[in-house]
């Protein structure tokens, strides 16, 4: 309903309904997405949500007031619908009478009707509030929302509970890794990394929890790939035998993620020309040792002793994947504890490697997670052999003091997971108001 004081409420009837209306007069409402003019008609197309609908405009003197209309002023226009073929859904508005509810000031600067926007990414992201309204970047966050959706439709039929953890904290999450620090009340505390600690500490009360929310880095690299801020999906379950009961619920979640995003948003998949990968029912896997292995006989390089995997090895692992288990999806498992958290519980077997892992989806790392120490003892040792003490911890230690089960858990980056799906080139492409090196507003 349409409740502007002074003017009467009329039933509004969205753009893609209306070739369930043939016949019948409706309003709509959007904004006027483009004009066509011709030399006995005029078309108006308007956007609301669902899409673009038509507007025919045959009398000259109507034709000549609505000439006037600037693109994106926001209308109320209804009219009798009639069926057409050729109008967008099969069916359009004739006689129609027309309301302006809201102006523009100035011509828009984007032209929204264009099948992409020309402009440079930093000019996009300057005209955000302008440039999101255009069909093709709508669609990239219909595939965002789709995506939590379907990761938060995954874990609550596996019994996990959603929580809301603070976003101020009084120590850092990741020993040495970037933080944004800030003066609260006198006393200094940081933005949070991550949910880590506090989805560890929910383990002991609701066994499987996740969240879905904002973290932030004080990321110093002004890349294709990094933000300063970005939107973490993070799952935590206790009673595990190890990392790979983890991994399990990440391959559900992904497949959750990808079935969402079919049913939620074709449209969105049809803009785009998305292809959504093939989820196996066991995603492949490769030891890190093994890859290092496997990367090195091919390229010729000396890896060995190599604690981590550079982004042309993680490109390189995905088109192996392909080729040898025709999976886009590809766990590497056993990375260096070294290059792990603190919290991460080490091989028994081989106590240098962990029990972590990272999932490759189309050349990048898509998820990192892996089992959790769960004694107290061990997490006062493996802060004694990293330089660090227990004060900094006291909060979260608490938890183990009074006893925690084997537990594990995964984060997946939003932003970055739709720009795998939809091949943008900047993660830029697919964040909301992107906050980085140099970027504040809008």
Same mark, same amino acid.
């Given at each position: 309903?349409?409740?502007?004081?002074?003017?009467?409420?009329?039933?509004?009837?969205?753009?893609?309904?209306?070739?369930?209306?043939?016949?019948?007069?409706?309003?709509?409402?959007?904004?006027?997405?483009?004009?066509?003019?011709?030399?006995?008609?005029?078309?108006?197309?308007?956007?609301?949500?669902?899409?673009?609908?038509?507007?025919?405009?045959?009398?000259?003197?109507?034709?000549?007031?609505?000439?006037?209309?600037?693109?994106?002023?926001?209308?109320?226009?209804?009219?009798?619908?009639?069926?057409?073929?050729?109008?967008?859904?099969?069916?359009?508005?004739?006689?129609?009478?027309? =309301?302006?509810?809201?102006?523009?000031?100035?011509?828009?600067?984007?032209?929204?009707?264009?099948?992409?926007?020309?402009?440079?990414?930093?000019?996009?992201?300057?005209?955000?509030?302008?440039?999101?309204?255009?069909?093709?970047?709508?669609?990239?966050?219909?595939?965002?929302?789709?995506?939590?959706?379907?990761?938060? =439709?995954?874990?609550?039929?596996?019994?996990?509970?959603?929580?809301?953890?603070?976003?101020?904290?009084?120590?850092?999450? =990741?020993?040495?890794?970037?933080?944004?620090?800030?003066?609260?009340?006198?006393?200094?505390?940081?933005?949070?990394?991550?949910?880590?600690?506090?989805?560890?500490?929910?383990?002991?009360?609701?066994?499987?929890?996740?969240?879905?929310?904002?973290?932030?880095?004080?990321?110093?690299?002004?890349?294709?790939?990094?933000?300063?801020?970005?939107?973490?999906?993070?799952?935590?379950?206790?009673?595990?035998?190890?990392?790979?009961?983890?991994?399990?619920?990440?391959?559900?979640?992904?497949?959750?993620?990808?079935?969402?995003?079919?049913?939620?948003?074709?449209?969105?998949?049809?803009?785009?020309?998305?292809?959504?990968?093939?989820?196996?029912?066991?995603?492949?896997?490769?030891?890190?040792?093994?890859?290092?292995?496997?990367?090195?006989?091919?390229?010729?390089?000396?890896?060995?002793?190599?604690?981590?995997?550079?982004?042309?090895?993680?490109?390189?692992?995905?088109?192996?994947?392909?080729?040898?288990?025709?999976?886009?999806?590809?766990?590497?498992?056993?990375?260096?504890?070294?290059?792990?958290?603190?919290?991460?519980?080490?091989?028994?077997?081989?106590?240098?490697?962990?029990?972590?892992?990272?999932?490759?989806?189309?050349?990048?790392?898509?998820?990192?997670?892996?089992?959790?120490?769960?004694?107290?003892?061990?997490?006062?040792?493996?802060?004694?052999?990293?330089?660090?003490?227990?004060?900094?911890?006291?909060?979260?230690?608490?938890?183990?003091?009074?006893?925690?089960?084997?537990?594990?858990?995964?984060?997946?980056?939003?932003?970055?997971?739709?720009?795998?799906?939809?091949?943008?080139?900047?993660?830029?492409?697919?964040?909301?108001?992107?906050?980085?090196?140099?970027?504040?507003?809008?």
């Amino acid at each position: 309903m349409f409740s502007d004081p002074g003017r009467p409420q009329v039933a509004r009837t969205l753009v893609g309904e209306l070739a369930e209306h043939v016949g019948r007069r409706v309003t709509l409402m959007g904004w006027l997405h483009r004009q066509r003019r011709l030399s006995q008609v005029s078309f108006l197309i308007v956007r609301d949500r669902s899409g673009l609908g038509q507007v025919v405009v045959e009398d000259a003197g109507q034709a000549a007031q609505t000439a006037g209309l600037a693109p994106e002023t926001v209308l109320a226009v209804s009219g009798e619908v009639v069926a057409a073929a050729q109008a967008p859904g099969g069916a359009e508005l004739h006689r129609p009478q027309i =309301e302006v509810i809201a102006a523009p000031v100035e011509q828009p600067p984007l032209e929204l009707w264009r099948p992409t926007l020309s402009a440079q990414l930093p000019t996009l992201l300057d005209l955000a509030p302008l440039a999101l309204r255009h069909p093709r970047h709508r669609a990239i966050f219909e595939v965002a929302a789709a995506s939590v959706a379907g990761f938060r =439709e995954a874990l609550d039929r596996l019994g996990f509970t959603e929580i809301q953890t603070p976003k101020i904290v009084g120590s850092a999450t =990741e020993s040495g890794a970037n933080v944004f620090a800030l003066d609260y009340f006198g006393r200094p505390a940081y933005l949070a990394q991550s949910p880590q600690f506090y989805k560890q500490t929910m383990v002991g009360v609701f066994e499987r929890v996740y969240e879905t929310g904002p973290v932030f880095r004080a990321e110093p690299h002004d890349t294709p790939r990094h933000l300063s801020e970005y939107v973490s999906l993070d799952a935590e379950l206790g009673f595990i035998a190890d990392h790979h009961d983890v991994m399990a619920v990440a391959r559900d979640a992904v497949a959750g993620m990808v079935d969402s995003i079919q049913s939620r948003a074709p449209g969105a998949i049809a803009a785009l020309s998305l292809a959504l990968p093939n989820v196996p029912a066991q995603i492949p896997s490769i030891e890190f040792t093994e890859a290092l292995h496997l990367i090195g006989e091919d390229t010729g390089e000396s890896l060995q002793g190599e604690p981590d995997l550079a982004p042309a090895h993680e490109r390189w692992l995905s088109e192996w994947a392909v080729r040898e288990h025709g999976s886009e999806l590809l766990f590497v498992t056993g990375y260096p504890i070294v290059k792990r958290p603190f919290y991460t519980h080490p091989d028994p077997l081989r106590p240098e490697l962990s029990n972590s892992f990272d999932l490759l989806f189309r050349g990048l790392e898509l998820i990192t997670g892996g089992q959790r120490l769960h004694r107290y003892e061990d997490y006062l040792r493996a802060l004694r052999d990293r330089g660090e003490g227990p004060a900094d911890y006291d909060g979260y230690l608490q938890a183990f003091k009074f006893g925690m089960p084997p537990h594990g858990g995964f984060a997946l980056g939003l932003e970055r997971w739709v720009a795998r799906l939809t091949g943008a080139a900047n993660i830029r492409e697919t964040t909301l108001f992107p906050r980085d090196l140099n970027r504040l507003s809008p």
